[in-house]
Every structure is written in C-alpha cells, then in structure tokens.
C-alpha cells in the first residue's frame, strides 16, 4: 500500500499552479489545469476563487469543500 503524503503548506500561483510543501519536507508545483474542465472542479477556472487554496485534512481546499486528493498531488506535483 502506498504511503499518501500530507500538503502542509500551499501557495497559489500564475497559471493554475499550486506550489506545495509535504509532510517529508519535499516541495513541488502542481498544475491544476487538468481539473478545469471536469464538472466538480469548474469553479476552479475563476482565478479570483483559485487563489483562496488552503490546506486542510492535509490536502488543497477551496471554499465550498472543492478539494483535490493529497495522492494525486503527490503523483502529479513537479518536485524541486
């Protein structure tokens, strides 16, 4: 079973990025662009609203409890 790692700190960025920091102490930017377009993540698109990321439960949050799986965050983030 894979470990799933907790985001405990995020910064939005340009471009429907995210830069996040993990539970490990590892860093990366994750691109949100693939989520746009799917119906639950659609209010994603308003940068204005993007740009109230938080973390919460060890993911990225949004108002109205959009939220985005700490595992995909982990698969898909850009580490640095």
Same mark, same amino acid.
Request: a negative charge.
């Given at each position: 079973m894979e470990t799933i790692h907790d985001? %405990?700190?995020a910064k939005?960025?340009?471009?429907y #990025? %995210?830069?996040v920091e993990f539970d490990t102490g590892e860093r990366g930017i994750f691109d949100c662009t693939r989520y746009l377009d799917k119906p639950?993540? #659609?209010r994603l698109n308003d940068k204005d609203f993007f740009r109230q990321v938080f973390v919460g439960y060890g993911t990225l949050v949004w108002p109205d409890e959009i939220d985005i799986g700490p595992e995909d965050i982990?698969?898909?983030?850009?580490r640095y």
């Open positions: 985001i %405990v700190a939005p960025l340009d471009g #990025k %995210v830069d639950y993540w #659609k982990w698969e898909f983030a850009q």
